[in-house]
C-alpha cells in the first residue's frame, strides 16, 4: 500500500478537497482506497459521508490499544461511506498533542496503516493546519507527500518552513519519504497573481510549474466538477516570487 500525505500547516487551503478529488480518481481507475482524516475539523469525513462518532483512531495514535489487539481495533475503526473506506475524524484529534506521547509516538500512525495495507492500494491521508504530533505521525507513515498552496504569497511563504519540517522527517523518521509536487489550489488563470505565482517555486526544491486537469476535484460530498489548479514538477530552473515580480 502506498501512503499520499496532503498536507499544509495553512488551513484553508483546499487540502480536503485534494484529497478527495484524488481518491475519486484514483477509485476511478479501480484502485483500492483508504481515506484517513486526521483533521478534528472533520471536513473530509463530512465529505465523504463518514460519521465522526468514534475515537478509534486516536485511541491508535495514543496506543491504548494492546498489540494483539491493534490489527482488530484498525480494521474495526474503517468505515464504508458512499464516498470510500474511511478512517474517520473525531474531535478529540484536537487533543492528540497533549495525549500521543511516548517512545515512537511518530510511527503510530505507520503502525495502524500497516494492520490494513494487504486490503488497499493507496492509503490518502487528510491533515490538519498545525505542524503537532499528528503531522509528525503522517509524515513518518508517507510515501509521499503533496503540498496545496493557494496562489497568493502568504501560502506560498509558508510552504518553506513545511519543507524544514519534511526534511526533519526524512532525516529521523522517514527516509523514504518524498514531495511529489505543489498544487496551486483556486487558480485563476485570468488573475495576474495566479498567473506569477506559477512562474515561482520555493527556493527549497527549485521547481517550475506545469499544468494539470483533475478530473474530480470538487469539495462537495461525491461531486465531480472541473478545477483549474497547476502542479510544480521537478525541473531545474530559477524564478522571482510573484510578490517581487511587479513593482
Not at 461511506?81 to 475524524?89: A, H, Q, R, V
Not at 470538487?218 to 521537478?234: D, E, K, N, Q, V
Amino acid at each position: 500500500m502506498r501512503t499520499i500525505v496532503v498536507i499544509n500547516q495553512k488551513g484553508g487551503v483546499g487540502k480536503s478537497t485534494t484529497v478527495q478529488a484524488l481518491g475519486a480518481a484514483l477509485r476511478a481507475e479501480r484502485k483500492r482506497v483508504l481515506f484517513v482524516d486526521l483533521d478534528a475539523q472533520g471536513n473530509l469525513t463530512d465529505t465523504l459521508g463518514g460519521s465522526a462518532n468514534s475515537p478509534a483512531l486516536l485511541a491508535l495514535l495514543e496506543k491504548r490499544i494492546p498489540p494483539e489487539e491493534r490489527a482488530e481495533c484498525a480494521t474495526a475503526c474503517i468505515q464504508q461511506t458512499p464516498g470510500g473506506d474511511l478512517m474517520p475524524s473525531h474531535p478529540m484529534l484536537a487533543t492528540a498533542d497533549v495525549v500521543v506521547k511516548g517512545m515512537g509516538m511518530e510511527k503510530r500512525l505507520a503502525e495502524a496503516l500497516a494492520c490494513v495495507a494487504g486490503k488497499y492500494d493507496y492509503a490518502i491521508v487528510d491533515t490538519p493546519p498545525a505542524l503537532g504530533a499528528l503531522t509528525s505521525n503522517a509524515l513518518s507513515a508517507a510515501n509521499d507527500v503533496i503540498i496545496p498552496a493557494q496562489a497568493d504569497a502568504y501560502s506560498l511563504h509558508g510552504v518553506g518552513q513545511l519543507f524544514e519540517t519534511i526534511a526533519a522527517a526524512k532525516e529521523y523518521t522517514n527516509p523514504g519519504i518524498s514531495v511529489l509536487g505543489i498544487v496551486l489550489t483556486r487558480y485563476n488563470g485570468r488573475s495576474v497573481l495566479s498567473r506569477d505565482a506559477t512562474a515561482w517555486q520555493p527556493r527549497h526544491c527549485n521547481w517550475v510549474p506545469s499544468c494539470v486537469k483533475p478530473k474530480y476535484a470538487s469539495a462537495w460530498p461525491f461531486g465531480r466538477r472541473r478545477l483549474a489548479a497547476r502542479i510544480f514538477l521537478p525541473t531545474p530552473r530559477k524564478a522571482t516570487p510573484p510578490w517581487t515580480m511587479r513593482r
